[in-house]
């Protein structure tokens, strides 16, 4: 039997720009001198541990590097996502957002290292050089605070701009370049002049305008969606959803037995709009920490302030409480404690989208589900009406539907938006 190895690498760099995704996921511009030494250890399935060291830039290396800006550096694109390694929870992963990856601190980093993009691709994840995919911080070399303190960290100061790039030889007279994504969706854009992508207000706006009403033609075209352009943007599905759950259920079927069972419900926004703001019984199943947003906070603390003003005697406030939170995945062995919810509900609850179907037709309870992502790899079980594996959105909700006997509506918001429901 040959035995597999695995192989990690050490780097230290200096984080000169960075891309934020989501709280899941970002990438930081890691500025390496070309010629340091970066070491590496190789693990075997019998366990047998094997360190070595070598030069970023060496012959040996899959192909050597291009030096970029000044002092003969280059950029490594540093990949660093939650589940990986040090990062197996939101927790750590922000916490390490926090204290190390910070423009301009100097970082000793350790992952998987390959090739990003060479001259001549035309598809490639990553404009760098190097890709590396981060399991963990060793250490913060320096940190940019202490050793600038009251300084503004600049990439300019050890990035040198490329060079603008001229088009003309490509573009036709009267072309518009395409907006910039990186200034459509931060505001600003590293590359400043070099970029050839159009960096102008109106151009992003009139490319959002296109863009949304696109979607909102596919969802009328191919969803059968009947709100046309009447619809709120994605920031406000926790409010339309437990509208539609007040109007379509009734607070009275709502409250019944243990309340409302939220699935999968994130940071718990359904929840508080429900059980926080609206006093409706409710439970937040969901493995991770739930977490309030800006307007969630002004809330709380508008009540506050309107309660104190109001009353006479301000000590007596409570603060809204927070609906009970079940820190567990949503699985069959654990369906049990959650019989006497009185309607079952999913908000984009991804993988426990089937769960939650398969519990109330178990148990016979209402539901209402709104799915967003098919994971047609992970269930390829699911099949379509046609007998095809079920890979987009609408075939699920066809097949929710099918499965339950349940009816489907559209929430008037932008995005995922049918609902799979049942009301007995």
């Not at 190895?5 to 989501?22: D, E, K, P, Y």
């Not at 950029?75 to 939101?90: C, P, R």
């Not at 090739?115 to 001549?120: E, H, L, T, V």
């Not at 006497?340 to 209402?368: R, W």
């Amino acid at each position: 039997m040959t035995s597999a190895s695995t192989s990690s690498r050490a780097v230290v760099g200096r984080i000169v720009g960075r891309r934020r995704v989501s709280a899941r996921l970002a990438f930081y511009d890691l500025l390496v001198e070309a010629s340091a030494t970066v070491a590496w250890s190789t693990t075997t399935d019998d366990g047998d541990d094997a360190s070595r060291g070598g030069r970023l830039g060496d012959r040996s290396s899959s192909a050597s590097l291009e030096g970029l800006g000044r002092s003969e550096s280059v950029v490594v694109e540093l990949v660093v996502k939650l589940g990986a390694e040090a990062f197996a929870d939101e927790d750590a992963l922000a916490a390490a957002r926090r204290e190390a990856f910070k423009l301009g601190n100097v970082v000793d980093v350790v992952g998987k290292l390959t090739r990003g993009r060479r001259d001549g691709q035309t598809k490639s994840r990553s404009t760098a050089a190097w890709v590396l995919t981060c399991e963990g911080v060793n250490e913060v070399v320096e940190a940019w605070a202490t050793a600038n303190p009251g300084k503004c960290f600049a990439r300019e100061l050890y990035v040198r701009p490329a060079a603008p790039r001229d088009d003309s030889a490509e573009s036709k007279p009267g072309d518009t370049p395409a907006p910039c994504k990186f200034f459509i969706n931060n505001g600003y854009c590293a590359k400043g002049d070099a970029c050839k992508y159009a960096h102008d207000r109106a151009v992003q706006r009139e490319w959002i305008a296109a863009r949304k009403a696109k979607r909102r033609e596919i969802a009328a075209t191919q969803y059968g969606d009947p709100h046309g352009d009447a619809v709120a943007n994605k920031s406000a599905r926790a409010v339309k959803f437990a509208e539609w759950l007040r109007g379509k259920f009734g607070d009275d079927v709502l409250n019944a037995g243990t309340g409302i069972l939220d699935v999968a419900g994130g940071r718990g926004d359904i929840s508080f709009e429900l059980f926080t703001k609206q006093g409706i019984k409710s439970t937040l199943v969901e493995p991770r920490a739930r977490k309030l947003n800006k307007q969630q906070h002004k809330w709380l603390k508008a009540r506050e302030k309107k309660f104190k003003t109001e009353s006479d005697d301000g000590a007596s406030f409570q603060k809204p409480e927070l609906c009970e939170q079940i820190k567990t995945e949503f699985t069959s062995e654990n369906w049990h404690l959650f019989k006497d919810c009185s309607v079952v509900i999913g908000m984009h609850p991804d993988q426990a989208t089937e769960a939650i179907v398969d519990f109330a037709n178990l148990y016979d309870k209402p539901f209402a589900i709104v799915p967003c992502c098919v994971f047609p790899e992970l269930f390829n079980h699911r099949r379509d009406r046609q007998g095809a594996p079920v890979t987009e959105r609408m075939a699920l909700v066809e097949y929710l539907a099918d499965k339950t006997g349940g009816s489907v509506e559209y929430l008037d918001i932008e995005g995922a938006n049918q609902v799979v429901f049942r009301t007995s």
